[in-house]
Nanobody
Framework: QVQLVESGGGLVQAGGSLRLSCAASSGTFSSYAMGWFRQAPGKEREFVAAINWSGGNTYYADSVKGRFAISRDNAKNTVYLQMNSLKPEDTAVYFC?????????????????WGQGTQVTVSS
């Protein structure tokens, strides 16, 4: 089991940027594939981005491709989500998730470990 704690959310104007961080408690962080998901009010949780154990493979939802970038620092047990050119429709609670594995995983059902989420609000 790995504990995940997100940070970096906040209020930003449309067109602005934020960087989310997710710190993991596990000393075997490099054995986990990581993902970012988000959930807007009244909507289901949706996939945003995923990264494999080494950081060599990434995968994005079409809605964020070219604007968001996922990365990880295994020495710091941390995964990041750099969000640029933010839009009001990006407003949501953002969650990071972890699962053991060597690939990238886009489906919610693949992940067993979740953080508590961090709020991102983009004003128009």
């Amino acid at each position: 089991q790995v504990q995940l704690v997100e940070s970096g959310g906040g209020l930003v104007q449309a067109g602005g940027s934020l960087r989310l961080s997710c710190a993991a408690s596990s000393g075997t962080f490099s054995s986990y594939a990581m993902g970012w998901f988000r959930q807007a009010p009244g909507k289901e949780r949706e996939f945003v981005a995923a990264i494999n154990w080494s950081g060599g493979n990434t995968y994005y939802a079409d809605s964020v491709k070219g604007r968001f970038a996922i990365s990880r620092d295994n020495a710091k047990n941390t995964v990041y989500l750099q969000m640029n050119s933010l839009k009001p429709e990006d407003t949501a609670v953002y969650f990071c998730a972890a699962r053991r594995g060597t690939q990238t995983y886009a489906s919610i059902i693949n992940y067993k470990n979740w953080g508590q989420g961090t709020q991102v609000t983009v004003s128009s």
